[in-house]
């Protein structure tokens, strides 16, 4: 049986014959976890399996992304043929803890991502029309003139819903009118004068 992505262990899955090392390379395994509304989660682990990647799984309630640092990459060609590579690949293995050379590389953000799931496409999650894939909202539901979230959009840090107070529609005019374009905006102006 897998065990719960909280208890992810060993660091190095390799070694591991309780978990479908599968999964968790290509991110199944956590993809069914966001699937299912878990909490959030933020998850390292490394493995040779295929070749020595180091492994990030970052999960905020909205977007699942998926970050490999492939050992090989950390490393010039001088420091490959002395065996650093190895040397450190060994030594995040017994530590139990990325090499600092892999921190810095995600501190310096020197890795692709990809989204491997996201409730903005999840059919199970109600859109509003205005917000979502409109002419004023992305798919993500964000502005297209503002680059904001609706203050109404669950997704949104500051969201509090005023559904009791009835004053939910005025975040929604707000993010109308600041997702206008100008054209918009002087034949609204032009009208009221």
Sequence with gaps: MTKNVYELKPFNIDNNKNISIKSYI????FIEKAKANSEAFDVEFMSSYGSRNYYKYIWNNAELIQIIINNNTLFN???KKSGLDNTNWEMAISNKVFPKI??????????????????????G?????ICYNSKYGDRKGVGL???VMCANNEFNPNYDS????????IDCWV??????????????VSKNT
């Design 162 to 169: 005023d559904y009791d107070t009835g004053s939910d529609y």
């Design 145 to 147: 003139m503002s680059k």
């Design 77 to 79: 060609e001088k420091e």
């Design 102 to 123: 892999v921190d810095e590389a995600f501190e310096k953000k020197n890795y692709k991502t990809k989204v491997l799931f996201n409730n903005f496409d999840h059919p």
């Design 26 to 29: 290509d991110g199944s395994f």
């Design 125 to 129: 999650i109600s859109k509003c029309d």
């Design 175 to 188: 993010f109308i009118r600041a997702n206008e374009t100008k054209d918009e905006w002087k034949k609204r």
